[in-house]
């Protein structure tokens, strides 16, 4: 059975920096892309970031590019997000979830972790 | 960016009754490469439908998805009381990958 367990998330002042995680097994992590994708509280579902299954290809929302960096270590079977210069619209569950594919372009979302809350607030 | 509308916004029905969701995108969907995923309150989305009407494994075959190009559809034939819930559309042939806003599915 395919597992996604996230965290890191927390409390976080306006332009400060945080870093989340996500432990996947399983599945074959290395074969498949890996995203975070987020929730604001109340709000609809946004894609963030995207990882290819060898780390070789990253794709980013535009509000989130420069500022956030997606990684994995495929030895550890973990994925991880890298969140700089937090804002208060940053605050959200964030998600993250496998690819079918190991390409990180034209995925779906299937399955998805239960989510780690991330609040941006002084 | 591809932008996706859902509606309603929110669709009021009784067990047994039929669904029908709408996604509309503001161009057209690359391979139909469209995404339907349920979200009950406190769960993470659970993924329905992909490529527009192929169901992903485990899901009931009262949930049908149809439709191609820029008009979609989700229908839900004789709602179960754990059909209630939140769906999204994603599309997934264009990046940025992009989600509908929800249609909410409420009991009447």
């Known amino acids: 059975e395919v597992q996604l367990l996230e965290s890191g998330g927390g409390l976080v002042q306006p332009g400060g920096s945080l870093r989340l995680s996500c432990a996947a097994s399983g599945f074959t992590f290395s074969s498949y892309a890996m995203s975070w994708v987020r929730q604001a509280p109340g709000k609809g579902l946004e894609w963030v970031s995207s990882?290819?299954?060898?780390?070789?290809?990253?794709y980013y929302a535009d509000s989130v590019k420069g500022r956030f960096t997606i990684s994995r270590d495929n030895s550890k079977n973990t994925l991880f997000v890298q969140m700089n210069s937090l804002k208060a619209e940053d605050t959200a569950i964030y998600y993250c979830?496998?690819?079918?594919?190991?390409?990180?372009?034209?995925?779906?979302?299937?399955?998805w972790g239960q989510g780690t809350l991330v609040t941006v607030s002084s | 960016e591809i932008v996706l509308t859902q509606s309603p916004g929110t669709l009021s029905l009784s067990p047994g009754e039929r669904a029908t969701l709408s996604c509309r995108a503001s161009?057209?969907?690359?391979?139909?490469?469209l995404a339907w995923y349920q979200q009950k309150p406190g769960q993470a989305p659970r993924l329905l439908i992909y490529?527009?009407?192929s169901r992903a494994t485990g899901i009931p075959d009262r949930f049908s998805g149809s439709g191609s190009g820029t008009d979609f559809t989700l229908t839900i034939n004789r709602l179960e009381p754990e059909d209630f819930a939140v769906y999204y559309c994603q599309q997934y042939g264009t990046s940025p990958l992009t989600f509908g806003p929800g249609t909410k599915v409420d009991i009447k």
């Open positions: 990882i290819s299954g060898g780390s070789g290809t990253t």
């Open positions: 161009q057209s969907v690359s391979n139909n490469f």
């Open positions: 490529v527009a009407s």
């Open positions: 979830a496998k690819g079918q594919v190991a390409a990180p372009d034209s995925i779906r979302f299937d399955p």
